[in-house]
C-alpha cells in the first residue's frame, strides 16, 4: 500500500520533471537552454555510468571512451556522410559498443577498485589517441565548424539553443526510457541479482561474465549515443571534452544521485555538470573551492543516499578465496563487503 | 550401480596445512548421504570441491560419468550440481519470487528462458508451488533481504529446487535456526523427491541419523569410515574421533 | 530499512536541480550589449583556476591594467567587464563562453588562454556574430573573420630564430617540445624554416621528439638522447610547469653545456623565478621583453610595476593590447558600436602603437604582423631576467 | 673487443635513465606508501592524498633558503603540517562508513578540489622556487655521465625510509598490528581500539610519509597547481598494481612505474605516452582474470 503510494508519488515527480523539462527553453533565457542540452548529454553518459557502477557494480572511470568514440564517430559522419541526426545517433552508438566490446576482456573480470583503475587506463588511452590522430580528430584543438543537424530525413536543421535542447530532451528520454523497460526484464533482474551476489548468481549456474560484457557494450552504445548529443549541443568536441575530471564528475554526480537508481544517476550527474559550469561562469577562480566544498556537504547531506553502493564494491581480494584464508572461511559468498 | 557423483583421491592444500589429504566419495541416485566429522575436518573444503569454488591441487571429480574438474561453479550448477550454502545466500534486494526465477533460468531452454511474457509464467508455474511447498507464499513479495533467517534459508532451498538439481550439496542447513524451524526444515528435506541425490554436511548427529542413509566420516583431510547411520552410531572408531574432536 | 532513503535524496537532488535552474535563469535576459547608459559589456575569459592560472591571471591584469589606466573607459564609453573562468580547457571554457555571449550579451569577448578553448568557443561566435579580440592561444581555424589575435601564431616564434640559430650554432640542433597542438606548431615554425634555410636537425630520424603532455615530469631519458645524438644546440618549446621541470633537469644534466635555444614561454614570467639559476644564459625568442625601449612600454612596466610584483609578461602585453584594439575600435564604431560594427572596425586599424613596438594585424590571419626579440636570461640586479640581445625578423603573414 | 664496445655503447645511453628510473620510482613509493596504509589499514580511498604530498612541497618551496638547516627544519615542518591535515581528513571522514569507497571518494575528492584552490591560493598560481642545498646543486658524474647530485642523494635517502619502514613493519608491535590489519579486517575490530583512533593514526602517518615525499621530492615532482594530481594518479597506479595493502609490492610496482616513465621512454619513445597506461591496463586485467581463472565459471 504504502509502496504503491511512493510508486504513484515518484511517477508523478518524474513527469512533472519532464514537463518542466520540455517547457524550459521558453522560460529560461538562451545561455541556460544551451547549458541544459550540453548537461543532457552529459547526464547521458551518466547513465551509462550507473549502469555499469549501480545496476551491474562494476564502478568505472571509463565510460568517456566509449562516449568520446560516439562523439568523433558522430562527427566525421556528419562532416562527410549525413546530417540526420537519426542515423548519426546510431553511427554513434554502434562505434561506443563496438569500443567498449574491446575493451570487455580487460574489465569483465576485475572487481571494485581494480575496474576503477583499469578503465581509468582506458580513458586515459583513449583521450591519448584522440590527441595524436589528428586526421581524423583535428588533435587536441579539437573540431570545430560541425555541420548543423536534422533530426530526420526533410526536417530543418536545428539552427537555434531550443532546437538542439529539444532534440537533445528527446532523445535522452526515449534512451533512458528504453533502459529503465530493459531494466524491468530478466535481464535487468539477473543483472541486479549480480550486484547483490556474484558469487550466489554463478553458483545458481548463470554465465555471469556474459551479462556483465552485455551490460558494457550496452553502457557503451548509450554513452556512444550520448557523445552524438554532445555534438548536436556544442558543434564542437576536443579530447578535453573527454578527460579524467569529465569522468570523475560523473562518477560522483552518479554517487549522489544513488547508483542503484538511473533516475537518481541521471539528475546526481546532471547536477553536479550544472553546478561545475554554472561556477565557472559566476565564481571566476573559485569554482573548484565551492565544488571541493559542495562535495563534502553532499556526504553529510545524503549519508545514506550512498550507502548503497555495495555488491561488488570492496577489495577484490575478498570474494576470492585466499591461500592463507582458513579452510572454512573460503566459501562465505561474502554479499557486503564491508570489510 | 554407477555412482552420479564419484570424488577420487582429492587433496587440496592451503599452505602446508592439508586440507584434503586423497579423499575417496561416492553419491548415488536419489541417495541421502551425510558427510560428519569434527571441525576442520575438510568437509565444506570437500563440498566447494564438488561445487567447483575450489580447484584440487590432485585428483578428480566425476558427475553423470564426467569428469567437471574444469568447470567452475556455474557450469556445474547447470549440470546439475546445486549448492546450499552456510550463510543463506539470496539477492537481498530481490524479492523471493524473483530470487527462484533468477534461481530457475539457467535450466531452462535458451528459448524459454527468453521468451517474452515468460519471466511470469516461470514466476507462476515453477517459483509458486516452491515457495508454497517451503512455506513463503505470503513473503514472495517481500525482498529477500527483508526475510528472517530461517525464512532465507527455505528461500535458499527453493532455489536449489528451482535449478532442477541431480545433486544438491547442504552445508549445516540447520545453522542458526530454531528448533521449531529446524522441525520444517528436516520436513522439507524428508520430503524432496528422491530424483534429488543429497550431499548433507551437518555437525547435528541427531538431524544427520534423521536424514541420511550412508554417512561418511572425514577426519584431518581423510575418510577415516563410511557407512550406514546405525554402523558409524556404533563404530567406536567414530566415537573415539568424535571424542576428540568435537565438543 | 534504506529502501526509503534513497528516494528522499533523488527527491533532494530534484530540488536542488530545481533552484539552480531557476536561479540561472532569473538571472538571465539582461539582453543588449551597449546600454542606453553609454556603457559597454566586454567579456574575458581566462583560465582563473587549474594548470594554467598563472597565465590567466596574467591576462585579466593585464586588460585590467588598460582599463585602470584609461580611466575605466574603452572607445570613450564606460566598461561592464564580465569575467569568466576558462578552466583547464574547452570543457570548461564553452560553458563559461556560453554563459558571456548568450546571458551576459557581451559586445566582445577577450582573453582565453588554451588553443582548444579557442577553437570550442569559435561555432558561438559565428552564431552571437560576436568578435573575440584574443590575447593568448590561437588555432588552426578555418574562418577567422570574428577572431582577432593580439598573441602570435604558434609557429611563429620558431621561424623568427631559425635564421639566428642557423648562423650560430656550428653543428646539427635537437628539437624537442611537448607532444599537443602548441608544441607540434611551436617545433614545426621552427623545423620549417630552419630546413629550409639548410640547418640540420640532429634528431635521429630527421623529426622532432615529442613528450607526453603534460604527463611528462621527468626529462633525463630525452637528455640522454640528445647526449648521444651529439647535437651542439638545443631547440625547444615549453610552458608552465614542464618549462620549470626542462630547465631545472636540463642545467643538471650531461648536456648542461649545449646551448638551449627556445621559444620565450620557457622562461617567461613566473617560471623563471621558479627555475631560478638553472635558466641563466638561456637564448629565447619572444615579441616583448619588459626592457624594450619605448615610450609606451616604460609607461606600461611603469604602470604594472605599480600595482604587481616583477616585470609584465607578453600574456599581459597581449591582454593589455587587446584592451588598446578594442579601444580604438570601439572609438571608430560610431554611436552604435554593435558588436558587428567593432568586428568590422577592427579590420580597418591599420599601424598600433604597443609597449613591444608598432604592429599591425595580418588581414588573412587576423594576428600580428611584429618584430621578434632575441633574449637571454641574465642577472639583471639581485635577479635573473630576459634581457634583448637583438632584433630577430618580422613575422606574420 | 669490437663487440663488447659495441655493447656497452648499446647500454651505455640508458644508464642514466635507469638510474633516474629508480629516484623517480623511489619517489613514487614514498610518496604511495601512505596510500597504502589507507587502503590496506583504514580501507579508505584516499583521493586527498596528492594534496599532502602538495602541502609538503609547498612547504619545502617556502622553508627551503639553499642551507641544510632549512631543509631539516622544512622536513619537520612538512611532515607535521601534512600529518595534521591527514588527522583533520579521519575528522570529516568519521560520518562516512568504513569501506563505503564511493563515499570516501566523494568526499576525499572534494577535499583535495577545496584544498588544492586553497593551496594555490595561498601560495600563488606560479611554480614557486625551490632552493636545494649548494651542496645538491649541481651535477656528479657518475659512470661518465652528469647526474643531478640531489637525486642521487634521493636515491640514498629514500632507500633508508624504504628500509625503516621495512623494519617498522616486522619488527615493532605497531607494524605487525598493521600487517594483521591487511590480513585480516575484522582483526582490527576484535583488538578493542576504536576505529576513529585507527583512522587517525592511519592518516596521520600517510599524512607524514606524504608530506615527507612532499618536501623531500620538491626538487623532482615540485609543487605547483598540478602537483597534487600527478601525485595522486602515479600513487593509485603503484598501489593498485602493487596489490592493495602490500607495502612489497607497492615498492615493486613504484620501481616499474619509475623505470616505465624513464627507460621504457628512452627505449620505446614512439610508445611513451601510451606506457603507463596501457602497461597498468594489461597487468590489472591479467592479474583480474587469473583470480577469475579459479572460478572459471562460464
Sequence with gaps: MRDEVIRRARGAVAALALAGLVVAPWVVDDYTTAILARTLALALVGVSVALLTGVAGMPTLGQTAPYAAGAYACAVVGSQISDVGVVQLAVAAVAGAVLAALTVPLVVHARGVIVLMITLAIGELAVTVLGRWRSVTGGTDGLAGIAAVRPFWGLPVLANDQDRYLYALVVVTVLVGAVLLLLRTRAGLLLRAGRDDETRLRASGHRVPLYLSGAHIAAGAIAGAAGSLLVVAQQYISPADFGFDTSALLLLGVVIGGTASIGGALVGAALVIAVRDWLFGVLPGHAPLVLGVLFVATVYLLPTGVHRARGRWGLPSEPADQPDASPERDQATVPELHR | MTGLLTVEDVSVRYGSLAALAGVDLCVHDGQRHALIGPNGAGKTTLLNVIGGSRKPQHGRVIFEGRDVGRLGPAARARRGINRIHQRPAVFATLTATENVVVAALPRLTPRRRWWPGGRRRIAQHRAGPLLDQMGLTDVATVPAGHLAHGQRRQLEIAMALAGRPRLLLLDEPAAGLSAVEVGRLVELLQALPRAVAVLLVEHRLDLVYALSDTVTVLRDGRTLAAGTPDEIRTSPLVRQAYADGVA | ?397 | MMVVAAGSNRIDPYLIPALDGIAYGLLVFVAASGLVFCFGVANILNLAHGMLYAIGGYTAAALFDGGWASLALALTVGVLAAAAAGVLLAGLLAPVAAGNHLSQALLTFGVALAGGSLLVAGFGPDDPQVLVPAALEGSVVVAGHRYAAYRLVFIVVAAVIAAALYLVMRRTRAGMLVRAAVDDPEMVACLGVSPARIRAGVLAAAGALAGAAGVLGAPIIGPGTDTADTVLLLSLVVVVLGGLGSMGGTLLAALAIGEIQTLGVALLPSAAPFLLFAAMAAVLAVRARGLASRWRAA
Design chain 3, 1 to 397: 530499512m534504506p529502501l526509503t532513503t534513497p528516494r528522499r535524496s533523488r527527491a533532494l537532488t530534484a530540488t536542488l536541480l530545481a533552484v539552480v535552474l531557476t536561479t540561472s535563469a532569473a538571472c538571465g535576459n539582461d539582453a543588449p550589449g551597449t546600454s542606453a547608459s553609454g556603457s559597454i559589456k566586454i567579456g574575458l575569459l581566462a583560465s582563473l583556476s587549474g594548470t594554467y592560472q598563472a597565465v590567466g591571471t596574467e591576462i585579466r591584469d593585464g586588460f585590467q591594467l588598460y582599463l585602470d589606466t584609461h580611466d575605466g573607459k574603452l572607445g570613450g564609453r564606460q566598461v561592464d567587464l564580465v569575467i569568466a573562468d576558462e578552466g583547464n580547457g574547452a570543457q570548461t571554457a564553452v560553458p563559461a563562453a556560453t554563459k558571456l555571449l548568450k546571458q551576459d550579451r557581451v559586445s566582445a569577448l577577450t582573453g582565453i588562454v588554451g588553443g582548444g578553448s579557442v577553437a570550442g568557443v569559435t561555432p558561438l561566435l559565428d552564431e552571437m556574430k560576436v568578435p573575440l579580440v584574443g590575447s593568448n592561444g590561437r588555432p588552426e581555424l578555418k574562418d577567422v573573420s570574428r577572431v582577432w589575435h593580439t598573441s602570435y601564431l604558434s609557429d611563429e616564434p620558431g621561424a623568427a630564430i631559425a635564421q639566428h640559430v642557423h648562423d650560430n650554432v656550428k653543428g646539427s640542433v635537437y628539437a624537442i617540445g611537448p607532444d599537443y597542438q602548441g608544441g607540434w606548431d611551436e617545433l614545426r615554425g621552427f623545423t620549417d624554416a630552419f630546413g629550409k634555410i639548410g640547418g640540420k636537425l640532429a634528431n635521429s630520424d630527421g623529426k622532432t621528439t615529442f613528450t607526453p603532455f603534460p604527463a611528462t615530469t621527468n626529462f633525463t631519458p630525452y637528455f640522454a638522447r640528445i647526449k648521444a645524438s651529439g647535437a651542439a644546440a638545443v631547440y625547444t618549446f615549453y610552458a608552465g610547469s614542464a618549462a620549470v621541470d626542462f630547465v631545472k633537469q636540463y642545467a643538471q644534466s650531461e648536456i648542461k653545456d649545449v646551448p638551449l635555444y627556445a621559444a620565450g614561454f620557457l622562461t617567461e614570467g613566473g617560471v623563471l623565478n621558479a627555475q631560478g639559476e638553472a635558466a641563466r644564459d638561456i637564448f629565447s625568442v619572444l615579441n616583448y621583453s619588459p626592457d624594450l625601449d619605448n615610450a609606451e612600454n616604460r609607461a606600461f612596466v611603469a604602470a604594472w610595476k605599480a600595482k604587481h610584483d616583477g616585470s609584465p609578461t607578453t600574456y599581459a602585453l597581449a591582454s593589455y593590447d587587446a584592451a588598446s584594439v578594442l579601444d580604438r575600435a570601439i572609438g571608430a564604431a560610431g554611436s552604435d558600436p554593435t558588436p558587428e560594427a567593432i568586428n568590422t572596425a577592427i579590420g580597418q586599424l591599420g599601424q598600433i602603437a604597443s609597449p613591444r613596438g608598432t604592429w599591425q594585424f595580418s588581414t588573412t590571419t587576423h594576428s600580428p604582423v611584429q618584430k621578434w626579440y632575441l633574449r637571454q636570461v641574465r642577472q639583471d640586479g639581485r635577479a635573473l631576467s630576459n634581457t634583448v640581445v637583438g632584433d630577430l625578423a618580422t613575422v606574420g603573414r
